[in-house]
């Protein structure tokens, strides 16, 4: 009975957070009860989940998700922990959600973590490899920290219709897969129609970038005929640490990686050098013979670059930032 009304309240709340009329089964992922976390026995006792619902340990993200039916608006309720898994998790049902339980986590990595997935291992390409049409996430933080080059990204959007909010996405983090493929979230050629809001999307802490034309932000199809349509960020903060002025923060793999209009809205853009002593050449860098699309950029500002974009291959870069001027929106020391 206890469980009953537990549940009851839980649906509606997650149908309000999600926006979605009606939700499936809710499924439960948590790491085991210590002095730091409670949450084992507060489901168990007094929550009174069923035990079928609950998934326990490091891989229980992957668990929960692996018990949820696609197409019936399922949704994994992540308790606070950091979920260290061994092997990317290939979501890859539609319509199956995540939701963190502790809140929006936009600036925390797993070495601090609220709700965090996250992979030290070798050789995993993307923490989180997402196929699925239709799924959102709120309040997760993904990170790649693996010591191999082949680890490149914490999240891959290759499904339609990806909406997040208030998450965080963390690559590169150190000196082995700091490669210039590498990046804190890809965007693939299925990754198409997306929404980003409150999120933060690279790191400015944990290592140095140097390798040209990398970035946080990739866009990285090589088939010309998936091309990533119609993607819109919404106050969103990229983040970067570099001393080399052609590392970029959003880099487009080749010219079949964007197509249509991707928006960026009230977004900051930020390169942290030492002692502020390296300005980067570009935020947005792409290759020689890109298709047609639009990048427009909407009340947005960027500090540590010289220029938003140095060449225009194909591309139109469009904005309203303040100071309607070729540089408007690129951040100045203000002088009195």
């Known amino acids: 009975m206890k469980w009953q009304t537990y549940e009851l309240y839980l649906r509606n709340l997650m149908a309000q957070k999600l926006d979605i009329p009606v939700l499936g089964k809710l499924h439960f992922a948590c790491l ?5 976390s409670l949450f084992e026995e507060w489901m168990r006792t ?3 989940i069923p035990a079928d619902l609950i998934f326990m340990g490091a891989t229980a993200p992957a668990l929960a998700f692996e018990a949820a039916s696609a197409n019936r608006n399922d949704a994994v309720l992540i308790f606070p922990g950091a979920y260290q898994i061994a092997s990317e998790l290939a979501w890859n049902k539609d319509r199956v959600h995540a939701v963190g339980m502790g809140g929006p986590t936009s600036f925390n990595d797993y070495s601090e973590a609220n709700v965090s997935i996250y992979t030290t291992e070798a050789g995993v390409a993307e923490t989180v490899d997402l ?3 239709h799924c959102q ?3 997760i933080n993904f990170a790649n920290n693996g010591a191999n080059t082949g680890n490149l990204a914490a999240f891959n959007v290759d499904g339609y219709n990806a909406q997040f909010s208030g998450c965080s996405f963390h690559g590169a983090m150190n000196t082995t897969n700091c490669v210039a493929a590498a990046a804190a979230l890809y965007i693939d050629g299925l990754g198409s129609w997306y929404q980003f809001k409150n999120c933060v999307i690279g790191d400015d802490n944990w290592f140095i970038r140097d390798s040209a034309n990398s970035g946080q932000l990739a866009y990285v ?7 990533s349509q119609h993607g819109k960020f919404e106050d969103c903060r990229f983040r970067l640490a570099s001393e080399t002025d052609t590392v970029a923060m959003v880099r487009q793999a080749d010219q079949y990686g964007v197509d249509r ?5 009230r977004c900051s ?4 050098s ?3 002593g390296a300005t980067l050449n570009q935020v947005f860098y792409n290759p020689p013979g890109m298709i047609t699309n639009s990048i427009l950029l909407r009340d947005c500002i960027a500090s540590g670059f010289t220029e938003w974009q140095t060449t225009d291959h194909g591309l139109m870069y469009q904005g309203n930032q303040p100071t309607a001027v070729k540089n408007g929106g690129l951040a100045v020391e203000l002088v009195t």
């Open 32 to 36: 085991a009860g210590s002095s730091t």
């Open 221 to 227: 199809q090589t088939v010309s005929a998936l091309c």
């Open 46 to 48: 007094e929550m009174d």
């Open 137 to 139: 996430f709120q309040g």
């Open 274 to 276: 030492v002692n502020y």
């Open 261 to 265: 209009i991707h928006e960026f809205i």
């Open 131 to 133: 196929t699925g049409d």
């Open 269 to 272: 853009f930020t390169n942290h």
